[in-house]
């Protein structure tokens, strides 16, 4: 995609939370993480490439001990639609009676949070919960009713880019959040 082209999808785009929300919701997370695992020795467990950003921000605010890991699985691979989950890198350390959260930029359908969980459970974590930066409202969830353990942030049911999500692989620099409007752009 061109520069030109990359530029239009920003600037035709909806903002959805500027950065002082989401600074905002950062700093209700780092109290909320903080009452429950200031004592727990908890490894975050962060999703690539979509959780960057957020843990990135968020997890250099705590100030307790805590380990960081990452993982790499995929089902968009660019597009706005999912496909199949596939795993590019599993978790290094060991998970194994260790209280794991996962970390990552949206939960959507759920079906890359719920692979990653029965993951960390197969491999005997004491305590798996998910931490999302934002989730998307609909009724398609991998399991019905699935919600994030923690989370601050909304989006209506429509493609969103910015904080580590990504359109088409861009955007994801930006320290905002955006609804894509593919009506206002001739690319789809
Ligand atoms: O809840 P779901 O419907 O499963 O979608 C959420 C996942 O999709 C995105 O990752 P993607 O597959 O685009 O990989 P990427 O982070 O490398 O871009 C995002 O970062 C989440 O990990
Ligand atoms: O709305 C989205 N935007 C970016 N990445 C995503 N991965 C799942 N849903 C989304």
């Not at 994030?148 to 861009?170: A, I, R, S, W």
């Amino acid at each position: 995609m061109d520069i030109d082209t990359l530029n239009q999808i920003k600037n035709n785009a909806t903002l959805l939370h500027d950065n002082q929300r989401i600074e905002s919701a950062l700093s209700c997370l780092v109290e909320k993480l903080t009452l429950d695992y200031a004592n727990k020795n908890p490894i975050f467990l962060v999703v690539m490439n979509g959780g960057l950003i957020f843990a990135g921000q968020l997890l250099s605010r705590l100030k307790f001990p805590a380990q960081i890991d990452y993982c790499h699985a995929t089902r968009y691979r660019g597009n706005t639609s999912g496909g199949e989950i596939g795993w590019k890198v599993e978790p290094h350390m060991d998970l194994a009676g260790r209280h794991v959260v996962i970390l990552d930029d949206i939960l959507d359908e759920g079906h890359t949070l719920k692979a990653i969980i029965e993951h960390c459970r197969s491999r005997k974590a004491q305590s798996v919960k998910t931490l999302v930066l934002i989730e998307k409202i609909h009724d398609r969830k991998a399991s019905p009713g699935m919600r994030p353990d923690y989370c601050e942030l909304e989006t209506p049911d429509k493609y969103v880019f910015g904080y580590g999500m990504d359109y088409n692989h861009y955007w994801r620099n930006s320290d905002e959040i955006y609804i894509f409007n593919p009506e206002r752009n001739d690319t789809e």
